[in-house]
């Protein structure tokens, strides 16, 4: 049974009181794909062409490429998920139209994205639990960003709004989805002729076809699956907009200066010569 979400064209698993089980959300995100599998595909080609290079060129000895082929790549990123995640949620999208939507939507989901990852940088480095807490409340901010035009502060609370009370529930879920794909993951590692220590070309560029074109964009629908199930479930409650703002500050406030100590330590030692 499944029922229109009020905020978007995508059809998602019926919710009454809780969210779906994995099985069922997975064969929902399955489902999703294979109705839509060539718009999925050309997107994520975005992805599959720079990770295909990075697997060619890994025992390159010039670091350079290895550098180049590595930014490329997490450019072609920050374009191909705004992008997935508008084709998830308005099924009639043409894949250049869901790129052509998505790229205005990059600056606030990359706002988005660096606040939310400060912030569990800075949970994480200084004590390892509330790093791992907030990466469970935040892990919607993006798709918050792109879905109800929020951007920054605003769609790391709405997101915590969102998974609080179903922290648990939710990990679960991503661990479930975590666990099948690593093994199937091993499977083809092993079919293909590598190994964990040594992997062959060919099963480098096997993985890269399966992992980008296959299990991040059912990874995502799963995810997004997830995501409208909770704002359902929230959808007859009022968020306190300032509950958990100061929490988030300090975090964020915590992350940035580690992180511009660490950029400025490393310049030091690069250039301290300079100075």
Same mark, same amino acid.
């Given at each position: 049974m499944e029922e229109t979400n009020s905020t978007s064209d995508v059809t998602t698993p019926n919710i009454v009181a809780t969210i779906p089980s994995a099985p069922k959300l997975l064969g929902w995100a399955w489902k999703i794909y294979s109705e839509r599998i060539i718009?999925?595909?050309?997107?994520?080609?975005?992805?599959?062409?720079?990770?295909?290079l990075l697997a060619l060129f890994q025992n390159n000895e010039n670091l350079l490429v290895g550098q180049i082929l590595t930014a490329v790549y997490v450019l072609a990123y920050i374009v191909y998920y705004p992008a997935l995640i508008?084709?998830?949620?308005?099924?009639?999208?043409?894949a250049s139209e869901a790129l052509r939507n998505g790229n205005k939507l990059i600056l606030p989901f990359l706002l988005t994205t660096l606040l939310s990852l400060l912030a569990i940088f800075g949970g994480t480095i200084l004590l390892l639990i509330p790093g791992i807490a907030l990466s469970?409340?935040?892990?919607?901010?993006? *798709?918050?960003?792109i879905n109800e035009n929020l951007k920054g502060l605003p769609a790391l609370q709405r997101s915590w709004f969102y998974v609080e009370g179903k922290w648990t529930t939710v *990990?679960?879920?991503?661990?479930?989805?975590?666990v099948i794909s690593f093994l199937l993951s091993v499977i083809l590692l092993?079919?293909?002729?590598?190994?964990?220590?040594?992997?062959?070309?060919?099963?480098?560029?096997?993985?890269?076809?399966?992992?980008?074109?296959?299990?991040?964009?059912?990874g995502l629908i799963y995810s997004y699956g997830i995501y409208s199930s909770l704002?359902?479930?929230?959808?007859?409650?009022?968020?306190?907009?300032?509950?958990?703002?100061?929490?988030?500050?300090?975090?964020?406030?915590?992350g940035a200066i580690l992180v511009a100590a660490a950029i400025g330590i490393t310049v030091y030692k690069d250039f301290g010569f300079l100075f």
């Open positions: 718009t999925f595909i050309t997107i994520s080609l975005l992805v599959f062409i720079p990770a295909i508008l084709t998830i949620a308005k099924p009639d999208l043409t469970g409340w935040l892990m919607f901010s993006g *798709m918050v960003a *990990m679960v879920k991503f661990i479930f989805f975590g092993l079919l293909t002729g590598g190994d964990f220590e040594t992997p062959s070309i060919t099963s480098d560029v096997v993985l890269s076809l399966w992992s980008e074109l296959l299990i991040t964009p059912l704002k359902d479930l929230k959808a007859g409650q009022v968020q306190d907009e300032k509950k958990h703002l100061g929490t988030l500050n300090v975090f964020i406030a915590i």
